[in-house]
């Protein structure tokens, strides 16, 4: 084979990668090609390199090669390879046997034991097995046998005894909590956390009780956790004093309320009410009280349905003294739709025209229409429950009579009002305990409600100016939703008895304030509203004429204690219970519970009663 005369020319400047090929890749019959391809310029060898092919680890790099025909200097030259597989060293024959050849090389003969397939009756069968087995036992635990578990096995929290933190607990324990109040005080005596029903001698639970035994207590708003005083004037009442909360304190181991002569915006006089109104609340039981009472002051411990604050006029508007659950004209302005019934035109309150009521009308009745604001719940048939503000008075103190006496007023206030305020007060509808100090009180109410009150008299001794004893008072009451039962005699009796000096002054049953054809109203339930405490020393003369030669000040009322109780079975403590609740409605019309000034709904307060469907409005 001839060369081509360009190969014959002096060598290029240039490198050529040829020069890469070793002496080994030349052969017999193509040695001068190798030759001139396997030197290369002397230009690209100036800087002498320390390294050699010699030096590589691939054992046929170097052979065949001497250092008179090449120079190896760099590194490039000793980890470059020739580009013919057959010259590094390594038999590439198909035939050549290697160690792992028999797992690339399938053998039907060998491979068909394994083929057909074996048994897990093995070591290492059984533990995988017994692996997978535990993972899925795991999984199936996890997600479907630990919420079974917890189901069956829970243990619903025990009410033996046990009320909420701060109560006593199953084993009749009370908590000491430094710095914090439960609902029980630790200074109650454990003879006091049970109690007799005056009505079927059912033993009944303490669930609430403040003993007053650490001085120096305060009642501004954020002061105590059950307790608030009132900064505000009670116009409701006339009243002559302005409730400041610096008036009520506790001292000597009793809450005191001092009324004094001092001068508060533009009144004459200042006192106290304090309130655990949207703080604690209850419904059905018993509530008693420990007092002295001052004297010819209006000293008054009562309580209210939550969904009105004591003093905030707006938020009372249209809910006191209510307690109605009816869609009948009971609930629309004045009690009369139309002028009619006519017996509300007449008989009434003599101060007023003689008309029975100069109610706005329940605001939140069960004639409210579909949609509108109303705090629930629904009965069955759709219709709201009807819900309000209704008053129990624990006591009123009075003095009166000749020669003068004191006395205390019991007494429950209603709307909407029987014809002429005739409450039917029939023998079996009420019931006196000791008619030579107890009797019905001749006021059976006015143009603003309507009252059911006995008046009892005191023990003339337990007034602070004289011996300073305490005497308790209280009610006993037993509310029903609104319900019935078709068999009677599964029927809950509805009562309220009044006690005095621990004992039974009067009782009224719901039969007495039964449906009155003559007007055309239903019948007016027991309340069933979550029930506020309220304690207040004043001065009015709406209760009776004011002997203020005699007044002294300061007057002080004393309250040693005051304790709630209620059936075992029947624990329902909480201002926002679930089958009456209250925080919402509160919370959407909050300006109302918080601005005294506020003085009516529409007017004050500028917000419309929700629509009537009995006035056709839906």
């Not at 760099?74 to 020739?82: E, Y």
């Not at 503000?389 to 004191?406: H, K, R």
Request: glycine share 8%.
């Amino acid at each position: 084979m001839c060369l081509p005369d360009t190969l014959n020319t002096p060598a290029s400047n240039a490198p050529s990668t040829a020069s890469l090929i070793p002496p080994s890749a030349r052969s017999p019959n193509q040695g001068a090609v190798q030759a001139a391809f396997a030197r290369a310029p002397q230009s690209l060898r100036s800087v002498p390199s320390l390294n050699s092919l010699n030096d590589s680890p691939y054992s046929g790099a170097a052979a065949g090669r001497t250092t008179a025909g090449y120079q190896v200097n760099s590194i490039s030259d000793k980890f470059s390879l020739a580009p013919d597989p057959r010259t590094w060293g390594a038999d590439l024959s198909p035939n050549h046997a290697e160690p792992d050849d028999y797992l690339h090389n399938p053998d039907p003969r060998r491979d068909r034991k394994h083929d057909r397939g074996g048994h897990v009756l093995t070591y290492r069968g059984l533990t995988n097995l017994g692996c997978l087995f535990v993972l899925t036992a795991g999984l199936l635990t996890l997600f479907a046998g630990y919420p079974m578990i917890s189901y069956f096995t829970r243990h619903d929290i025990s009410l033996n005894d046990g009320f909420n933190l701060g109560g006593i607990n199953a084993s009749g324990q009370l908590p000491s909590m430094t710095n914090d109040w439960g609902l029980i005080d630790v200074d109650t005596p454990s003879s006091a956390y049970t109690v007799t029903s005056f009505a079927d001698g059912s033993e009944w639970q303490l669930v609430f009780s403040d003993e007053f035994n650490v001085d120096g207590r305060t009642f501004w708003p954020g002061d105590d956790p059950y307790w608030e005083a009132a900064n505000l004037h009670y116009w409701q009442t006339n009243d002559l004093e302005w409730y400041y909360p610096d008036t009520v304190t506790t001292k000597g181991g009793y809450l005191e309320i001092t009324m004094s002569e001092r001068t508060m915006n533009n009144l004459n006089y200042t006192s106290g009410l304090i309130s655990s109104w949207n703080k604690f609340c209850f419904t059905g039981g018993m509530v008693l009280v420990s007092v002295s009472l001052p004297g010819a002051n209006d000293i008054t411990v009562w309580t209210m349905g939550n969904l009105g604050r004591v003093g905030y006029g707006a938020s009372l508007d249209g809910l006191w003294p209510y307690s109605y659950d009816s869609c009948d004209v009971g609930t629309a302005p004045n009690q009369t739709i139309n002028g009619q019934p006519a017996a509300a035109l007449t008989n009434g309150d003599p101060s007023n025209g003689d008309v029975l009521s100069y109610l706005p009308g329940q605001r939140l009745s069960r004639c409210t229409c579909p949609g509108q604001s109303h705090p629930g719940p629904v009965h069955s048939d759709g219709t709201y429950v009807g819900r309000s503000a209704p008053e129990i008075d624990i006591f009123e103190a009075q003095i009166s009579g000749e020669p003068l006496t004191g006395q205390v007023s019991q007494s429950a206030q209603w709307a909407p009002m029987n014809a002429a305020y005739e409450w039917y007060n029939t023998s079996g509808n009420f019931a006196i305990a000791n008619p030579s100090i107890t009797a019905l009180n001749p006021y059976m109410g006015g143009a603003w409600q309507q009252a059911t009150s006995g008046v009892t008299e005191t023990n003339q001794s337990c007034y602070t100016g004289i011996s300073g004893c305490f005497q308790t008072y209280g009610y006993e009451y037993q509310p029903v939703y609104c319900s019935r039962s078709p068999n009677p005699s599964h029927e809950t009796r509805q009562y309220i008895t009044w006690i005095t000096n621990d004992q039974v002054a009067w009782t009224i049953d719901a039969s007495g304030m039964a449906a009155d054809s003559r007007v055309n109203i239903s019948d007016r339930p027991v309340p069933q509203e979550p029930m506020y405490l309220i304690m207040n020393l004043a001065i009015s003369p709406n209760f009776a004429t004011i002997d203020f030669t005699n007044l002294v000040f300061p007057a002080v009322m004393q309250v040693d204690w005051i304790r709630v109780y209620q059936p075992k079975s029947a624990i329902n403590i909480g201002c926002d219970p679930k089958d009456f609740p209250t925080a919402a409605y509160i919370n959407e019309y909050i300006e109302a519970y918080s601005n005294p000034n506020l003085t009516t709904w529409n007017g004050d307060y500028g917000q419309p009663f929700p629509k009537n469907s009995l006035l056709t409005q839906c």
